[in-house]
């Protein structure tokens, strides 16, 4: 199981969001939706442990673990590879 525990982010003065609690249960499939610009992505960076949270924590059940795709999987790829983006 995944916990966000009063999950908060701040860019300067604008509260992207806080006070998030969230339990992501094994089985169950989830989504974020929201306007462009709310924080959906940012959230997800912070779960995936690429940004820290202005405040709260992220906790991971003990024997568990969790893997991240990014969108554009070849980026991925490349990267392990340690080749140019723009190569043929």
């Not at 992501?24 to 306007?35: E, R, S, W």
């Amino acid at each position: 199981m995944l916990s966000v525990n009063n999950l908060a982010f701040q860019f300067g003065k604008r509260t992207l969001f806080d006070e998030v609690n969230l339990k992501f249960t094994p089985g169950n499939c989830y989504g974020v939706i929201g306007a462009n610009g709310a924080g959906k992505s940012t959230f997800l960076k912070i779960l995936a442990g690429n940004l820290d949270a202005t405040r709260g924590s992220v906790d991971i059940e003990p024997g568990n673990r969790m893997a991240v795709l990014k969108q554009n999987h070849f980026e991925l790829y490349y990267e392990r590879k340690g080749c140019d983006l723009h190569e043929s």
